[in-house]
């Protein structure tokens, strides 16, 4: 019986060291650089007569997560976002960590 958990553990040891490698190669720093808006209305602002700027506080105001627009992508932002409503509506540059749809953002500054 002994025998049969050391196997386990060690097949269960060599098979987590196989996939964090793998993993790891999915979630990369990268620097994009889009419209910071958020993620409830993305591309398309809801509130009539506001502009992007002012749609985007309120939505944040009500509890959205900013993100970044970059052509068809709409990037949640997550980490480091303070400073972000200074770039609401605007372009910036955000850098973080990638994983699917989302930035683990570690730095944004004006696009130029």
């Known amino acids: 019986m002994s025998k ?4 386990v553990i060690l097949a269960t040891t060599v098979a ?4 964090v490698p793998g993993f790891a190669a999915q979630a ?11 993620a409830m209305c993305g591309r398309s602002h809801m509130m009539p007569g506001k502009s992007e700027v002012e749609c985007t506080r309120a939505c944040i105001k009500e509890g ?27 372009s910036a540059t955000v850098t973080g960590t990638v ?11 004006a696009a130029k």
């Open 16 to 19: 987590a060291f196989c996939f």
């Open 28 to 38: 990369k720093e990268q620097t994009l650089t889009g419209q910071v808006g958020d």
């Open 64 to 90: 959205s997560k900013y993100a970044l627009i970059v052509g068809d992508s709409v990037y949640t932002l997550e980490g480091k976002t303070d400073g972000l409503d200074a770039f609401a509506g605007k």
């Open 4 to 7: 049969r958990i050391v196997q």
């Open 99 to 109: 994983k699917g749809q989302t930035v683990m953002v570690t730095s944004v500054a």
